[in-house]
């Protein structure tokens, strides 16, 4: 079974600090993802990496950086965390090929800015 | 520009009975579509899955069913458990710079009435 797994499920940083979402994948993966959920928004795409070294901006990239320098491991970075950061971060993982692209996701880390 | 729209945020089924969730999209390029199912507090998890070339996709108790001159898909459950109360996204799968990349839809929470 395909695991991914997220540093931490709650954080809660203030306003200004730099906040580190870190993402490990057991599978080999080549694709990496991080999302963020918002009430009546769905499920949006931050950053992606296709390959270690290698990030492409997804549709809401302002506000964030990432890194990925092993295949496995794919970290997401808020260089001055502000309170509209709220939200629920999701990673996912994928195989190139993949059939129907199907991407496998961690549990999810709830970040909170005050 | 939502590309994948779920226009029902919210959608109430007695147990038993077929609940049927709704998604429409606007690009012609997607080639996959797919649902998946979250519980509160974890990840997302792939459902099902439906090539672009077919109309529709079985599987136990799911079925999806894809309408592409309407540009629309849904997914069907029958009979619904109490077990599928969750949120449902739609998501479309659409080859992008170096990856191939899903995009979702806002959601639709199922709750199944005993």
């Known amino acids: 079974d395909v695991k991914v797994t997220q540093s931490s499920r709650y954080l809660v940083k203030r306003t200004g600090e730099k906040v580190f979402l870190e993402c490990v994948q057991d599978?080999?993966?080549?694709?990496m993802f991080w999302y963020r959920q918002d009430p009546g928004l769905g499920l949006r795409l931050i950053y992606f990496?296709?390959?270690?070294?290698?990030?492409e901006k997804g549709d809401i990239p302002e506000g964030y950086s990432v890194s990925r320098e092993k295949k496995e491991r794919f970290s997401l970075i808020l260089e001055s965390a502000s309170t509209n950061q709220t939200s629920m971060y999701l990673c996912?993982?994928?195989?190139?090929?993949?059939?129907?692209?199907?991407?496998?996701f961690g549990p999810g880390t709830r970040l909170t800015v005050l | 520009d939502q590309q994948v729209k779920q226009n029902s945020p919210s959608l109430s089924v007695q147990e038993g009975r077929i609940s049927i969730l709704n998604c429409d999209y606007t690009?012609?390029?997607?080639?996959?579509f797919l649902w998946y199912k979250k519980y509160p507090a974890e990840g997302p998890t792939f459902l099902i899955s439906?090539?672009?070339?077919?109309d529709k996709n079985e599987d136990g108790r799911f079925t999806v069913f894809l309408n592409k001159s309407a540009k629309h898909l849904s997914l069907h459950i029958v009979p619904s458990q109490p077990g599928d109360s969750a949120v449902y996204f739609c998501?479309?799968?659409?080859?992008?710079?170096?990856?191939?990349?899903?995009?979702f839809g806002q959601g639709t929470r199922l709750t199944i009435n005993p």
């Open positions: 990496s296709y390959d270690v070294k290698m990030k």
């Open positions: 439906i090539s672009s070339i077919k």
């Open positions: 690009n012609s390029m997607f080639d996959y």
């Open positions: 998501a479309a799968s659409v080859r992008g710079q170096g990856a191939q990349k899903l995009v």
């Open positions: 996912a993982s994928s195989l190139i090929p993949s059939s129907y692209n199907e991407q496998f």
């Open positions: 599978m080999d993966h080549e694709n």
